[in-house]
T-cell receptor, first 119, second 111 residues
Framework: NAGVMQNPRHLVRRRGQEARLRCSPV?????VYWYRQLPEEGLKFMVY????????ESGMPKERFSAEFPKEGPSILRIQQVVRGDSAAYFC?????????????????FGPGTRLTVL | GEDVEQSLFLSVREGDSSVINCTYT??????LYWYKQEPGAGLQLLTY?????DMKQDQRLTVLLNKKDKHLSLRIADTQTGDSAIYFC???????????FGKGTMLLVSP
């Protein structure tokens, strides 16, 4: 399967614990995006990363949340000291590169998501 | 800020056409997308349209874009029960591809 991989698919944490969500982009894609979907809501942008760089984290809460996309290995979204309001589906997407032109090489392909439940 | 709006629910009979509508506010949108989400699953890209186009057809799917009114629609011909899902409209803008999503339209297809 050459698509975006996310794991775990389901994650249960107690309040105050840490959650680590992993995303492996499509092979050859160097751009990763994280989105959060609250129940009965659309997806909200959180952060956009390229290898070893955070390009835009304007959608990410200032505290407890962090993201990385190292040179080797998957992208990680880390949530420290989780609270019940963090319960949501977290989706990762990848694209090959960005372009402002007419060739849509920046189409994002989504993974199956990680459903986080905080007890 | 940027906003994308969709009707929340649509019910059709199998074999009919479905039309899902979307409006957006950002006039600098470059691409507009339709994604499909089945229960418990991720988002599947259905189709997209570049902002200088007004129509795109792909098999049973037809996308219409009215840039003046900032209105996007997705028409599904010969709707099947397998088309039942939530359909999200999204746009991208700016120098890179951050997507802004609507809340999704739940399409229910009855036999």
């Amino acid at each position: 399967n050459a698509g975006v991989m996310q794991n775990p698919r389901h994650l249960v944490r107690r309040r105050g614990q840490e959650a680590r969500l992993r995303c492996s982009p499509v092979k050859g894609h160097s751009h990763v995006y994280w989105y959060r979907q609250l129940p009965e809501e659309g997806l909200k942008f959180m952060v956009y990363l390229q290898k070893e760089n955070i390009i835009d984290e304007s959608g990410m809460p200032k505290e407890r949340f962090s993201a990385e996309f190292p040179k080797e290995g998957p992208s990680i979204l880390r949530i420290q000291q989780v609270v019940r309001g963090d319960s949501a589906a977290y989706f990762c997407a990848s694209s090959p590169l960005t372009s402002g032109g007419t060739d849509n090489t920046d189409t994002q392909y989504f993974g199956p998501g990680t459903r986080l439940t905080v007890l | 800020g940027e906003d994308v709006e969709q009707s929340l629910f649509l019910s059709v009979r199998e074999g009919d056409s479905s039309v899902i509508n979307c409006t957006y506010t950002d006039s600098s949108s470059t691409y507009l997308y339709w994604y499909k989400q089945e229960p418990g699953a991720g988002l599947q890209l259905l189709t997209y349209i570049f902002s200088n186009m007004d129509m795109k057809q792909d098999q049973r799917l037809t996308v219409l874009l009215n840039k003046k009114d900032k209105h996007l629609s997705l028409r599904i011909a010969d709707t099947q029960t397998g088309d039942s899902a939530i359909y999200f409209c999204a746009d991208s803008w700016g120098g890179y591809s951050t997507l802004t999503f609507g809340k999704g339209t739940m399409l229910l297809v009855s036999p």
